[in-house]
Antibody, heavy 127, light 111 residues
Framework: EVQLVESGGGVIRPGESLRLSCAAS????????MSWVRQPPGKGLEWVSG????????DYSDSVRGRFIISRDNAKNSLYLQLNNVRAEDTALYYC????????????????????WGQGTMVTVSS | DVVMTQSPLSLPVNIGQPASISCKSS???????????LSWFLQRPGQSPRRLIY???KRDSGVPDRFSGSGSGTDFTLKISRVEAEDVGVYYC????????FGQGTKVEIK
């Protein structure tokens, strides 16, 4: 079965750190680009960060650049997001998504772009 | 950064009537390989988003043919030919040509 399972969310205080994980199964993870997308309660979707299939290309939204770090371990079929110096506005449900847009995957023509989503892991930043 | 502007943000429709959502980008979404990375998603309450359309007009497996996508360059449209009750939710466009950006979302509800 094709799936993405996020974990690591919880309640943390402003300024603290947290690492989110995403376990992939059922598809070729080591050839897939991946992204993190978040959704604050009652609000819209925001792309947070993305990484290509081998980790050589990555980027962040302006709202998290310099604080969050995306990484992957292809041997473990896992994607990570390190959240540092968190703020109240980082409170959101964080989704892990397969992302083959614009050459992010090792093969194919980009059809597998945001086609697989996890159920999300909730991060709450509160003092 | 690419800005994606959706309209309208709220769309009340009668069942059986057509609906249309616009998505405009601040830059062309044509990637260097010739593909245009514009996708549409539906998020129902309490669920993860589901992709409906990719590369402007390609419908995902299992998506009813009442959904169609069109457009080019910077202007794109999602159309529902005849709205059904199950189509209620929030629709998002996403550009994938310049890293990634979502539109603000359009809430579709039944009148």
């Amino acid at each position: 079965e094709v799936q993405l399972v996020e974990s690591g969310g919880g309640v943390i205080r402003p300024g603290e750190s947290l690492r989110l994980s995403c376990a992939a199964s059922g598809f070729r993870f080591d050839g897939s680009g991946m992204s993190w997308v978040r959704q604050p309660p009652g609000k819209g979707l925001e792309w947070v960060s993305g990484i290509n299939w081998n980790g050589n290309s990555l980027d962040y939204s302006d709202s998290v650049r310099g604080r969050f770090i995306i990484s992957r371990d292809n041997a473990k079929n896992s994607l990570y997001l390190q959240l540092n110096n968190v703020r109240a506005e980082d409170t959101a449900l964080y989704y892990c998504v397969r992302d083959c847009s614009a050459g992010s995957c090792s093969s194919g023509n980009g059809d597998d772009a945001f086609d697989i989503w996890g159920q999300g892991t909730m991060v709450t930043v509160s003092s | 950064d690419v800005v994606m502007t959706q309209s309208p943000l709220s769309l009340p429709v009668n069942i059986g009537q057509p609906a249309s959502i616009s998505c405009k980008s601040s830059q062309s979404l044509v990637y260097k390989d010739g593909n245009t990375f514009l996708s549409w998603f539906l998020q129902r309450p309490g669920q993860s988003p589901r992709r409906l359309i990719y590369k402007v007009s390609k419908r995902d497996s299992g998506v009813p043919d009442r959904f169609s996508g069109s457009g080019s360059g910077t202007d794109f449209t999602l159309k529902i030919s005849r709205v059904e009750a199950e189509d209620v939710g929030v629709y998002y466009c996403l550009q994938g040509a310049h890293w990634r950006t979502f539109g603000q979302g359009t809430k579709v509800e039944i009148k």
